[in-house]
Structures are given as structure tokens and as C-alpha cells.
Nanobody
Framework: VQLQAFGGGLVQAGDSLRLSCAPS????????MGWFRQAPGKEREFVAA????????YYADSVQDRFTISRGNARNMVYLQMNSLKAEDTAVYYC?????????????????WGQGTEVTVSS
């Protein structure tokens, strides 16, 4: 495992949660990073992405203005701040790294994946 996602949990609708993604065994400071999620019975979907230096971000419409992706000071850590959570945000969240410095939103563009952290939002 080269990426570890953590910070998930059980929250109520309207609450906030911050997910973190940490590298293990290597650095991803020059990689584009993204968050994806997979709800039960559904396909994995794109959530948010950030380019290599944190200057550019991109969000799925469903989380725009509620979620914020960012990178840590050394660009290795990646965070997903989730506000105003809804029941439909319930899913396992995965962080991933894509070679190259640009933003990528397709899962097949990402080479390295974390093991996922579960987020459950009760309504």
C-alpha cells in the first residue's frame, strides 16, 4: 500500500469531516492527487482533484462548494474537507495519485490507490 486514507467515520447530515491521505514508502509531491468514492451498489466516482503544487483544483458537481481538496506544506499529504455532508455522500472514499502535474478526473488516469476510508452520513 503506497497511499493511506483515513479520517472517515459516522456523522450526521450537515456535519463536517476531514479526510487525510498519507504516502507510505515513497513521495507523491510531484503527482496530481485525487479523491474518489464508491457507494454501496454503485460504481466508483470522481470527487475532487488537485494538481501537483496545489494551485489548481477540480470538483464533481455534486460536491462543488461543499468539499475542498488541498495539499500539505510538503505537498505529500492530501486532504479533503467535507462540509454540509448529506446522506448521499455515504461511501468509501479513496485517494489516488496520478503521474504528471496536471489535474486528472478519470480513475484510469490514476496509478496509485489507497485502501479507502468509510464515510457514513446519517439523515
Amino acid at each position: 500500500v503506497q497511499l493511506q486514507a483515513f479520517g472517515g467515520g459516522l456523522v450526521q447530515a450537515g456535519d463536517s469531516l476531514r479526510l487525510s491521505c498519507a504516502p507510505s514508502g515513497r513521495t507523491f509531491s510531484d503527482y496530481g492527487m485525487g479523491w474518489f468514492r464508491q457507494a454501496p451498489g454503485k460504481e466508483r466516482e470522481f470527487v475532487a482533484a488537485v494538481n501537483w503544487n496545489g494551485a489548481s483544483t477540480y470538483y464533481a458537481d455534486s460536491v462543488q462548494d461543499r468539499f475542498t481538496i488541498s495539499r500539505g506544506n510538503a505537498r505529500n499529504m492530501v486532504y479533503l474537507q467535507m462540509n454540509s455532508l448529506k446522506a448521499e455522500d455515504t461511501a468509501v472514499y479513496y485517494c489516488a495519485a496520478a503521474f504528471g502535474m496536471s489535474i486528472k478526473s478519470r480513475s484510469d488516469e490514476y496509478k496509485y490507490w489507497g485502501q479507502g476510508t468509510e464515510v457514513t452520513v446519517s439523515s
